[in-house]
């Protein structure tokens, strides 16, 4: 039994290895810069925020595209987290598509965006 998941994980090497290498470069960013052009970086709409959200997008995506070929109701579940995860990083695109705060949820919101 545990032998099918491990050949599964044998399958995913190179997408653990890019795993590996986006992270490593991602947490270069606090070696190479400054302090303040690192905090920059991580303001609402710049680089991390859009890295963040399109790595949890594809990450979906992916999740998605292995529930299709294994039917296995994990990677369905993964999918969902991701999509969601992904959603709430850009508050549902609010700021992109340019949609105000419900009044509801502005009130109970500490970020004031639409977001749970």
Same mark, same amino acid.
């Given at each position: 039994?545990?032998? &099918?998941?491990?050949? $599964?994980?044998?399958? *995913? &090497?190179? !997408?653990?290895? +890019?795993?590996?290498? +986006?992270?490593?470069?991602?947490? /270069?960013?606090?070696?190479?810069?400054?302090?303040?052009?690192?905090?920059? *970086?991580?303001?609402?709409?710049?680089?991390?925020?859009?890295?963040?959200?399109?790595? @949890?997008?594809?990450? /979906?995506? !992916?999740?998605?595209?292995?529930f299709i070929k294994t &039917?296995?109701?994990?990677?369905?579940?993964?999918?969902? +987290?991701?999509?969601?995860?992904?959603?709430?990083?850009? /508050?549902?695109?609010?700021?992109?598509?340019?949609?105000?705060?419900?009044? @509801?949820?502005? $009130?109970?919101?500490?970020?004031? $965006?639409?977001?749970?």
């Amino acid at each position: 039994m545990i032998g &099918k998941y491990l050949k $599964e994980v044998w399958h *995913l &090497k190179i !997408f653990v290895i +890019v795993v590996i290498a +986006v992270t490593a470069l991602s947490y /270069s960013v606090y070696y190479f810069f400054e302090p303040t052009v690192v905090a920059d *970086l991580g303001d609402e709409d710049n680089f991390f925020e859009w890295w963040t959200a399109i790595s @949890l997008f594809v990450a /979906s995506l !992916f999740c998605f595209y292995l529930f299709i070929k294994t &039917k296995n109701i994990f990677f369905i579940l993964l999918a969902l +987290v991701f999509f969601f995860g992904g959603g709430e990083e850009i /508050s549902w695109g609010q700021r992109i598509f340019g949609f105000k705060t419900p009044e @509801l949820m502005d $009130e109970v919101n500490v970020q004031h $965006e639409f977001s749970f």
